[in-house]
Each structure stands twice: as structure tokens, then as C-alpha cells.
């Protein structure tokens, strides 16, 4: 397996979902993009300068994340 932190990420456009969840500096949002075959970048929209985490289609799919939240595909 690749390590995904050693894949360049660019500036990919990521897609966004929000939870409902707010807060005082507004609503909880995580932003997803597909950075390679089975490699995906998660970010806070709260934290856009913030490496985002990253994994891969299986590990999204064990956390319960699923792309087409964000209108991606698998």
C-alpha cells in the first residue's frame, strides 16, 4: 500500500457536507476530495489551512463516510 501522506495533493476541489451542528462561528462542515484511485483528503471547512487527514475508499467506508454525502463516487 501507498502512504497517502506521500501523494501530492494540490489544490483539489473539495466537496463539502454539513452535519446540522452549529456552532458560535457558524455550522460544522468536513470538505472531501479524491486525491487518487482509492486515496481521499478530509478537511474542516472551519480549518481550510489545515492538512487534511487521509485515507482510502475502504477506511471511508469503516468510518461510515460515504462520497456520495458529497455528491462524489466511490
Known amino acids: 500500500m501507498t502512504d497517502l501522506y506521500e501523494i501530492p495533493i494540490g489544490e483539489p476541489e ?26 481521499w483528503a478530509l478537511g474542516d471547512s472551519k480549518r481550510p489551512d489545515a492538512e487534511p487527514l487521509r485515507f482510502t475508499t475502504g477506511e471511508l467506508n469503516a468510518a461510515g463516510i460515504d462520497p456520495a454525502r458529497f455528491d462524489l463516487l466511490a
Open 14 to 39: 473539495f466537496a463539502r457536507a454539513c452535519g446540522g451542528n452549529t456552532h458560535p462561528d457558524g455550522e460544522a462542515c468536513v470538505t472531501l476530495a479524491r486525491i487518487g484511485p482509492d486515496a
